[in-house]
């Protein structure tokens, strides 16, 4: 699996699965999928621009946290400490109530689909049963494993999605005219959403970690670390695409309006039901099922290497320590708090103070890891090389990554305070 000096795989070694795909798969859950689906329904294919826009803002993200692994040999977490003690002091108390609330919301989302197809199982039964599914798949499986694991899922959730976007016929004048930015009166803040969540939050800084467990660990595989992130994220692009197709041809003209959060999915199960008979939205929830599932295992998996990371240097391990690595003592610790103690929200209100405290730290996240990766890729002293360095194209992207970012952090930061507080 060795690159040449050029850092070009063997022809044949194309068709091998890399973590982007991971990091998409695990980025794109219910809840970009029900966004999307209402930015299709409510505005037709005016917002596609956005999509677009997202899409590459993505990739200049994942490709920057590549990049810094492959050149500096350092994990994105070393890069963030050597920035300052601040950075540790933010990033501890964020992934710790991130995996708590994220466990909870991840185990309600998959269990949405399997309770619409079967409804006589209570709703907390499924939501349990696939936080413990994670919880195996991730324990006792190594990474390779895990990459399979969500091809399987990508590949059952993007021929659902995209043949649903076939069925309904897009309307392709109106989709090319789509591309040309125009921002509708009352829908700047959501335009905006749209362009920031198309695929992934704190599993975007996860990349690198993956890229170690994959064995793409030098600079000799940088052409092929950009390679699978763009290809990965422009299969994101048409899978979120398709969901825009959904929402302009058959949501809108079915005049349904979509719920909030994941439920809105089961909004358009039923629209689906009704246009093109039960197998067609049976085969949606099949799709949805995988969306979210493999958002589960991909946090399970990669999430649980950036703590485990953070620990094992919070605690003078270093990076290369095997309690630091993979199915070390921390990374198991940290599927063990994915999994159990969410379990808990599941029965109660979640509490108000807590939820809260995610708002207000997840709204941070984006920008932080935008901000971050400026210093890192830029400043010699961060140990990037020369010849890896940004160039000005990229330093721009990341300036308005940026301030997109802390746009959407301010919004959702207000949102989480107001919903807290109701």
């Not at 917002?47 to 994942?62: D, P, S």
């Not at 399979?148 to 392709?172: E, R, Y």
């Not at 890729?377 to 940026?402: H, M, Q, S």
């Amino acid at each position: 699996m060795e690159p040449d000096a050029d850092g070009n795989l063997p022809p044949q070694k194309w068709k091998i699965i890399g973590p982007g795909l991971v990091v998409a798969a695990t980025g794109v859950g219910a809840a970009d999928m029900v966004a999307t689906l209402a930015a299709g329904s409510r505005y037709g294919y005016m917002l596609l621009w956005a999509v677009v826009v997202g899409v590459i803002l993505k990739i200049v993200l994942v490709e920057g946290a590549g990049r810094y692994s492959l050149a500096t040999g350092k994990t994105i977490f070393e890069g963030w400490r050597s920035l300052g003690k601040w950075t540790v002091w933010y990033f501890g108390p964020y992934i710790l109530i991130w995996g708590i609330v994220y466990g909870a919301s991840a185990m309600s989302s998959t269990a949405l689909p399997l309770a619409a197809l079967f409804p006589g199982i209570p709703l907390w039964v499924f939501a349990i049963a696939t936080g413990l599914a994670g919880f195996v798949l991730v324990w006792f499986n190594r990474y390779a494993v895990f990459e399979k694991i969500t091809a399987v899922l990508v590949l059952l959730m993007f021929i659902t999605i995209v043949g649903l976007a076939v069925i309904a016929v897009p309307n392709i004048p109106d989709m090319l005219a789509g591309l040309i930015p125009r921002l509708p009166e009352d829908g700047i803040l959501y335009t905006l959403a749209l362009a920031g969540g198309v695929g992934g939050t704190i599993t975007l800084a996860a990349y690198g970690y993956w890229l170690r467990e994959k064995g793409w660990a030098t600079p000799r595989f940088m052409r092929v670390m950009r390679i699978d992130n763009t290809m990965a994220y422009v299969m994101t692009g048409i899978f979120v695409l398709s969901m825009l197709i959904v929402g302009a041809e058959v949501v809108s003209v079915a005049g349904v309006t979509i719920s909030a959060g994941d439920k809105g999915l089961l909004d358009l199960n039923r629209v689906l039901e009704e246009r093109y008979g039960v197998v067609i939205g049976k085969a949606f929830l099949v799709g949805f099922f995988g969306a979210a599932f493999s958002s589960v295992i991909g946090v399970w998996n990669g999430v649980s290497l950036m703590f485990a990371d953070f620990w094992g240097n919070f605690r003078g391990k270093g990076s290369d320590h095997p309690d630091s690595r993979a199915h070390g003592k921390y990374f198991r610790f940290y599927i063990l708090w994915l999994t159990f103690p969410p379990m808990l929200l599941l029965m109660l209100d979640q509490p108000i103070g807590l939820v809260l405290a995610y708002g207000v730290l997840g709204a941070l996240f984006m920008p932080f890891l935008a901000i971050t990766l400026l210093p890192l890729l830029n400043v010699k002293k961060y140990g990037i090389p020369d010849e890896w360095r940004n160039k000005w194209y990229t330093n721009l992207a990341l300036v308005i990554t940026a301030l997109l970012f802390i746009s959407l952090g301010v919004y959702q930061l207000i949102n989480s305070i107001m919903s807290a507080l109701k």
